[in-house]
């Protein structure tokens, strides 16, 4: 019955066995980050450190292709809001 | 009183029927329900989704889905959605 | 003194559940797909394709090999996804079950 390899229960499973690893996080308002996670609970907050934050700006009136733009910035360590989070994706497990 | 009746016993006799979902934004699913929950998450088959554009209906066919009772506005049991009249 | 007479048997109060005729509700659906392609489509419009690996009771999501889709076009594609249940708009099986 257990149709997949991995061992996972339950989705969170998969964030606590991503604890002290770099993980993908994107975030509501086109945000995308990368850092090491630290902790989370069950609303998602989270504590990441060595977090790169990337912001896609898209300009809807330009011509499509020509119209994206990307800010990209780090921070040490900071705290995620649960309710903003969409995704989160653990590094390869392979 | 006496012929009181839920809500929901009404969309319980229409399972195995065709219902027309409108959620609180544009988009909207037609499709035979199987199934819903106390939250109102509905098991659809031969599902249409249409999301209204200002480009036009833009419609999508799935299998077996289930909906998220969050976003779900109006329920119209036994009609075949936006296509019907 | 208890001359009571005994509680009237169950059937009296309300009818038994049906027996489990259709299996439609929710649960069960979801029972079904664990572990089979699905498309996971969030409010915003973007799509996760991918292998259900589980799931729980707010819809937060376990996905496997897992591409992302937004108008069409793969924009990502991850290994393992975990997906914040609020965001989603609805699971779809994505082969026969």
């Given at each position: 019955?257990?149709?997949?390899?991995?061992?996972?229960?339950?989705?969170?499973?998969?964030?606590?066995?991503?604890?002290?690893?770099?993980?993908?996080?994107?975030?509501?308002?086109?945000?995308?980050?990368?850092?090491?996670?630290?902790?989370?609970?069950?609303?998602?907050?989270?504590?990441?450190?060595?977090?790169?934050?990337?912001?896609?700006?898209?300009?809807?009136?330009?011509?499509?292709?020509?119209?994206?733009?990307?800010?990209?910035?780090?921070?040490?360590?900071?705290?995620?809001?649960?309710?903003?989070?969409?995704?989160?994706?653990?590094?390869?497990?392979? | 009183?006496?012929?009181?009746?839920?809500?929901?016993?009404?969309?319980?006799?229409?399972?195995?029927?065709?219902?027309?979902?409108?959620?609180?934004?544009?988009?909207?699913?037609?499709?035979?329900?199987?199934?819903?929950?106390?939250?109102?998450?509905?098991?659809?088959?031969?599902?249409?989704?249409?999301?209204?554009?200002?480009?036009?209906?833009?419609?999508?066919?799935?299998?077996?889905?289930?909906?998220?009772?969050?976003?779900?506005?109006l329920l119209i049991p036994g009609s075949n959605g936006p296509e019907e009249s | 003194m208890d001359d009571s007479p005994p509680p009237p048997p169950p059937e009296n109060s309300t009818p038994p559940p049906p027996p489990q005729s259709h299996t439609g509700s929710p649960t069960d659906f979801l029972k079904g797909v664990v572990g089979k392609r699905v498309i996971v489509r969030l409010n915003s419009g973007v799509d996760y394709r991918g292998i259900l690996s589980c799931l729980d009771g707010y819809m937060n999501i376990a996905l496997e090999?897992?591409?992302?889709?937004?108008?069409?076009?793969?924009?990502?594609?991850?290994?393992?996804?975990?997906?914040?249940?609020?965001?989603?708009?609805?699971?779809?099986?994505?082969?026969?079950?």
């Amino acid at each position: 019955m257990d149709p997949s390899s991995s061992g996972i229960q339950e989705p969170f499973d998969l964030i606590r066995l991503s604890l002290s690893e770099r993980v993908f996080v994107k975030l509501r308002g086109d945000r995308e980050m990368t850092g090491i996670l630290h902790a989370y609970d069950g609303h998602m907050n989270l504590i990441m450190s060595d977090v790169e934050e990337t912001i896609t700006i898209v300009d809807t009136e330009s011509p499509e292709g020509s119209n994206v733009s990307v800010a990209k910035r780090k921070m040490d360590m900071l705290f995620v809001r649960g309710d903003g989070v969409i995704l989160v994706s653990p590094p390869s497990r392979s | 009183m006496a012929s009181q009746i839920l809500p929901l016993e009404l969309i319980d006799r229409c399972i195995g029927s065709r219902i027309w979902v409108i959620m609180k934004g544009d988009r909207e699913f037609t499709g035979t329900l199987l199934g819903f929950d106390d939250f109102v998450n509905m098991v659809l088959e031969d599902v249409t989704e249409y999301e209204i554009t200002p480009q036009g209906k833009k419609k999508t066919s799935l299998a077996q889905t289930l909906l998220n009772g969050n976003n779900i506005c109006l329920l119209i049991p036994g009609s075949n959605g936006p296509e019907e009249s | 003194m208890d001359d009571s007479p005994p509680p009237p048997p169950p059937e009296n109060s309300t009818p038994p559940p049906p027996p489990q005729s259709h299996t439609g509700s929710p649960t069960d659906f979801l029972k079904g797909v664990v572990g089979k392609r699905v498309i996971v489509r969030l409010n915003s419009g973007v799509d996760y394709r991918g292998i259900l690996s589980c799931l729980d009771g707010y819809m937060n999501i376990a996905l496997e090999q897992t591409e992302e889709h937004v108008n069409g076009r793969v924009t990502n594609r991850y290994g393992d996804a975990f997906i914040r249940g609020n965001n989603v708009l609805y699971i779809s099986a994505a082969e026969p079950l």
